[in-house]
């Protein structure tokens, strides 16, 4: 198992189609995997759990990832949150 806190750096945070995007990201591994903010806890592959989080830019968040590619998953997440290209 493996946690990493990072900072979003998606301009518009995990609003809508951001959201669904890093869901479709974490739905590929086999791990399990979620992100905790402000001490909410929530499965990275629920849609409707991500956009509970009101993630918005700039903020801390922390992705725990546990299982065989738990690795891979988490560099994966966390390129999706952290490049500063623009999701369209």
């Known amino acids: ?17 951001p959201a669904a995007l890093f869901v479709q990201v974490a739905s590929k591994f086999n791990s399990h995997i979620y992100v905790v903010i402000n001490e909410k806890k929530v499965n990275a592959k629920s849609i409707m759990g991500m956009m509970s ?17 738990e690795e891979q998953a988490m560099a994966e997440l966390i390129k999706f949150l952290t490049d500063t290209k623009e999701i369209k």
């Open 1 to 17: 198992m493996i946690e990493k806190e990072i900072i979003v750096n998606i301009s518009s945070g995990l609003e809508a189609r």
């Open 53 to 69: 989080l009101g993630v918005i830019e700039g903020e801390k968040i922390i992705i725990g990832a546990d299982g065989e590619d």
